[in-house]
């Protein structure tokens, strides 16, 4: 029976494909697929990571026997017993060997598939006894993919998707995925996301968009409608699901797909055209990336530099384990090296609130609003030591080309002179160890009330400035950027919101220093006409939204439309006059 789930649409474009549940706790399992001749391989693998684990089994029960009288642990040995007979189930074999030889998923992930199958059935008993065996499953696939780890892979996992070209589709549906979690996912072989939780701003959402492919989040119960191996559409545009979709339904929304695809090749075309406005303007083009490897996507297209690279991706998923300053530099500088001359703006870690360092901590501390507190720059000077070396690394890598440090979450001026007499230690450091680097511009970001309140402050200190609408939103409106239940209230079209932006932008361009928007409006095509009005010159954007902005851009002029966004502004209403 078809089924239609509501989300919100984060990242545009639709997805046919069949459904690949992946619980929180299996995403850090390999998923790539293997070539059909690799499949015997494959199941081999899981053999001697069975025959492992049923062999310590089976050494636990003797050693039991051998400590007592049998009946002296009767519930222990009934567990492992559980488990052996779980081990040697042959309807559970012939499952995970149907992922790998009909499917081509490699063996980790054609067990956790089947696990996602097998769970759900538990779920659905009604004898608690029987419900409870789920956790020795678990148990037991943990077991095994241990081994497994400890074994390596008969095949090497592909860096890229090993599609043969031949395979379905497949969609990844989870009930929540972090943002480390989702950049382990972008060299994946998934061809859309769904996710229950997150708002249209998380950072959850902004990778997913910057891994150009349909997604949808705050779907809220997708992951327990939608089963394993179902059909499934998704419409990136509109936020809409569709489970096990009729044929007609399936014709139009693979009309819907085509479609989609042209109007991206004509945009192509657009490549190399300035970004000039019908007046004449000149407006830039920046990519905001997440990894140093990102830059070629922004070269491809045709960004005018890098201005946000969020460095925080760097940190992330390392259990605690900080990248030192030689792996901060040779990241950054691969970076700028990858812009080939282009300008890239390194904002300093930014973790904290929705950006845990681990995986699965979505909320890294017990306090009620992780988004108020120790978050990015109240992180790094929390930890001055840490600081430093980033500051280190980052200004060594502007021996290699054009660099920019941006600040982010700034808020008292106490704070700007601690970041800039540490920025200034940073910079003795590197001249006594003699190393070299270049002119670095130091620029803040405006994502806090306070700061867009305070402008004049941020000018006297710093060389340019980068709005984060994002967080300024957030904050301003008090709506949690990843919480879907008050989705519906984040808008970046609230007259305080746009207040904010404009005499940020205004009092900018009265002195002459550079300013960007560089959160998600940037890259929003309905934004682009009323930041052009509101005097903006500059945009950062994931860079699959470059050249649908370019269009907007060179339909515009930037006279008639600041008169138009004076009314705009004006307006109780905003988004009655924006939206087309
Ligand atoms: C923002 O807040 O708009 C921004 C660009 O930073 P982030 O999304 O990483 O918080
Ligand atoms: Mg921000």
Redesign the pocket.
Known sequence: MTVAVHGLAVSRGVAIGRAVIVAATRLDVAHYFITPDQAEAEIDRLRRARAVVVDDIVKVQQSLHELGPHDAHPELNALLDVHLMLLQDDQLTAAVKHWIRDRHYNAEWALTTQLEVVARQFDEMEDPYLRERKADLEQVVERMLRVMRGVGSAVAAPATDGRTGRETPLVLIAHDLSPADMLQFKQSVFAGFVTDVGGK?S?TA?VARSMDIPAVVGARSASHLIQQDDWVIIDGDTGIVIVDPSPIVLAEYGFKQRQGEVERERLQRLKSTPAVTLDGQKIELLA?IEQPDDAAAAVKAGAAGVG?F?SEFLFMGRNGQLPDEEEQYQAYRRAVEGMQGMPVTIRTV?VGADKPLERNAVRENDYLNPALGLRAIRWSLADPAMFLVQLRAILRASAHGPVNLLI?MLAHVSEIRQTLALVQRAREQVQAAEQPMGEVRLGA?I?IPAAALTVPVFLRHFDYLSI?????IQYTLAIDRADEAVAHLYDPLHPAVLQLIADTIAQANAQGKPVSV???MAGDVTMTRLLLGLGLRCFSMHPSQILAVKQQILRSDTGKLAAWAKTVLAADDPAALVVD
């Open positions: 701003t950072h902004i905001n946000l969020r930014d982010p970001m994502e984060g609408t994002n967080d300024l560089c959160g998600e």
